[in-house]
């Protein structure tokens, strides 16, 4: 974060210095614009005066001592003031001025006809005659022709602001006033500098917070989240930014211990399979190998017995693969629900008649409590059938002779509720967080009638969440 409490310093520095460049550029420019209008204003009309002050042209002929006295008047009054005779065409007919001082012997008279018009704003520059690539400002005047056809004979062309005015300028440039302008600039420049500084400093505190907050988080193998933002109705972008860290970070840490507990259920499935797997293939492969051993010496009913037996563990053994197989797709998301209207009643009654034998033999009554119509819901009818079963089949497996599973339907206004039922030795409630948890079993080993592996509960709850 220090990084970008520098960057930002670093920018802020640079805006500072190209806005204060760009301000004096702009104040320098405008300063000497306003200079150049306010001198062709007032000098424009100073022509006009030194043309009717003396006849300059006297039968087509330059009056040069003429023009020689207007100049040096002129020059007395105004010092940067340079002035010059035009021709009809342009070309310069006389001058107060040292001769080779002058690089072009022409005026463009464009410029000096819009003055004359008056269809430019101010300043309007003109030909500078001693500095042909640096227009300046100007004032002229048509010379009357001596014919008086009203068609003027030249035009008087005074430069304003000429060579002399340019020396001065370039002294005043190094003066104490533009060095103390030069310094106040400088002075802004760093005081805005420091003020970014500060301002960023106070702007990124919150940020540096947050970072720390985070890399304590990382440091600590996502154990604790970074503290959420004050509860506040105006919360900025920090703010934001801090709570949807704190959000992510709950997530991470949350996602990081259910892959541990993943893990941990991993290990102790293939512990749990390994178990139940290792007990019925024991078992087989005793009392097969009994049948071949003793073949001839076992009796029609013992050979039957031991049949039996191994063909209840094949049994036992295929139920355990097809529940961890099922139970492995519903995990993976391999089970896509298939969704239709059907009569839960009737599925119902098809449970409770699929086990009816199992329940008669059990010594178990298991009866049904039918709502006064027929209930239709929107579900997948093979998915709820199997949650059925395993829980049917759940309560019949431990619940006593002479005891009594039933099924029963609450109705609500937008959806139904199945409660099975029994009156076995139910469940100590510290076991009861439990009950859905793969490979768990509460009952006591000597009540069971048949082998169960603790996944139809488990299978039932993954159900149902999907």
């Known amino acids: 974060m220090n990084r970008l409490h520098y960057r930002l310093s670093a920018g802020m520095l640079v805006i500072v210095a190209v806005l204060g460049a760009a301000f004096y550029s702009i104040d320098r420019y405008s300063v000497r614009v306003y200079h150049e209008e306010l001198s062709q204003r007032l000098n424009a009309s100073l022509a006009m005066y030194v043309v009717n002050a003396e006849a300059l042209i006297v039968d087509s002929r330059v009056n040069r001592e003429a023009l020689g006295e207007l100049a040096n008047r002129a020059m007395i009054i105004n010092p940067t003031a340079e002035i010059y005779l035009l021709g009809r065409d342009g070309q310069i007919l006389g001058h107060g001025l040292p001769t080779d001082s002058l690089l072009v012997d022409k005026v463009d008279l464009a410029p000096v006809r819009e003055l004359l018009e008056g269809s430019l704003p101010m300043p309007i520059k003109g030909t500078d005659p001693r500095n042909p690539e640096h227009p300046k400002i100007f004032s002229a005047f048509p010379v009357p022709d001596a014919a008086g056809n009203g068609n003027p004979a030249g035009y008087l062309y005074v430069v304003l602001g000429g060579s002399q005015y340019e020396a001065m300028a370039a002294a005043v440039a190094g003066s104490d006033l533009q060095r103390m302008i030069a310094a106040s600039m400088l002075l802004l420049v760093f005081a805005a500098f420091v003020a970014g500084l500060l301002l960023f400093s106070v702007l990124t505190r919150r940020l540096r917070g947050l970072t720390a907050d985070v890399r304590a988080f990382t440091e600590r193998d996502f154990e604790r989240a970074p503290p959420p933002p ?117 599925l119902i009654h098809d449970v409770v008649q699929e086990f009816g034998l199992e329940a008669a033999g059990a010594g178990v009554t298991l009866k049904i409590e039918p709502p006064a119509d027929t209930v239709t819901v929107f579900a997948d009818i093979s998915l709820i059938q199997r949650v059925l079963e395993n829980l049917v089949g759940n309560a019949l497996r431990y619940t006593p002779a002479g005891g009594t599973v039933s099924i029963a339907l609450i109705r609500s206004s937008a959806a139904v509720a199945v409660a099975v039922t029994d009156t076995g030795t139910g469940i100590p409630a510290t076991e009861l967080p439990h009950i859905f948890e793969r490979f768990y079993t509460a009952e006591d080993e000597s009540d069971r009638r048949s082998g169960s592996m603790g996944l139809g509960l488990a299978i039932a709850k993954r159900i149902l969440e999907l």
């Open 230 to 346: 004050p509860a506040s109705g105006t919360q900025d972008e920090i703010d934001q930014l801090r709570e949807a860290c704190h959000f992510m970070a709950e997530t991470i840490r949350r996602q990081v211990a259910s892959l541990e507990e993943n893990d941990r259920l991993r290990r102790e499935l293939v512990t749990n399979i390994s178990h139940d797997l290792r007990t019925p293939l024991t078992t087989m492969q005793g009392y097969i190998e009994t049948l071949i051993i003793k073949d001839g010496q076992l009796e029609p009913a013992q050979r039957q017995r031991y049949l039996d037996v191994a063909r209840k563990h094949a049994l036992h053994l295929g139920r355990l693969v097809q529940d961890l197989f099922e139970l492995s797709m519903l995990d993976s998301n391999g089970v896509t629900p298939a969704f239709e209207s059907f009569s839960l009643t009737d």
